[in-house]
């Protein structure tokens, strides 16, 4: 399974856009990059996922470089209500359950 | 859909007690989890589950037990409590292979005290 690395925190301000790196150097052919947002006394929710170049949806976009060894997970235009951690997981669709979350990356927004 | 629930949120047991965890599902997913988050951590897997009567061990499931006799429920049953069970237990179900993207859905945890 591909490690992940992710820095431990970040610091933005409401409005502004906060780009997200993770490194996975050892991403397999099947592996697919996943993004969860946990809150405080809350369970990890579902981002966005992403195979290769580009994938947006309403709350994210998810941007992958050809050699697939890094993604940036880009949130737009952030609110003090995305104040939460985000873990970047690598693995392949039929090994969800093997999954790994690190410690994540901490976003604070100020105000 | 309730989604993924949890029951109870919070317990404190003592020492060498036993308890279970209740973990339930309304999305007919066949992929069942339980995690553990200690404070400032990402979650580690205990067990895990592929459908009713089938479970497996995860990265760290020294001191629980698990079974799925139902596509809806999977508890978590610790055994002779310890003070490094103490932590934040999260259930979590997806579908299975071919299904959507893998994606995981969470319950809200339960927050475990052992003294």
């Known amino acids: 399974l591909a490690k992940t690395t992710q820095p431990i925190s970040m610091d933005s301000y409401e409005g502004q856009e906060v780009n997200i790196t993770c490194s996975h150097n050892n991403i397999a052919t099947n592996d697919y990059i996943t993004w969860y947002q946990q809150f405080p006394s809350q369970g990890p929710r579902f981002i966005i996922q992403?195979?290769?170049t580009k994938v947006t949806n309403e709350v994210a976009s998810l941007f992958i470089p050809a050699d697939r060894k890094s993604s940036t997970l880009s949130l737009p235009r952030v609110s003090l209500s995305d104040t939460a951690v985000y873990y970047c997981l690598v693995g392949d669709l039929d090994s969800s359950y093997k999954l790994i979350f690190g410690s994540g990356t901490r976003l604070l927004v100020r105000p | 859909n309730a989604g993924v629930t949890q029951t109870p949120k919070f317990r404190i047991l003592k020492i060498g007690q036993s308890m279970t965890l209740q973990c339930a599902q309304d999305?007919?997913?066949?992929?069942m989890y339980w995690y553990r988050q200690d404070p400032g951590m990402g979650l580690k897997l205990i067990y895990y589950?592929?459908?009713?009567?089938?479970?497996d061990k995860g990265e760290v499931p020294n001191g629980y037990n698990v079974s799925r006799s139902t596509t809806e429920d999977f508890p978590l049953r610790l055994e002779l409590a310890a003070p490094s069970q103490t932590s934040v237990y999260v259930c979590?179900?997806?579908?299975?292979?071919?299904?959507?993207?893998?994606?995981?859905?969470f319950g809200p945890g339960t927050r475990l005290t052992v003294t």
């Open positions: 999305m007919n997913h066949n992929y």
């Open positions: 992403g195979y290769k």
């Open positions: 589950s592929v459908g009713a009567g089938i479970t």
């Open positions: 979590a179900s997806s579908y299975p292979r071919g299904g959507a993207t893998g994606e995981q859905y």
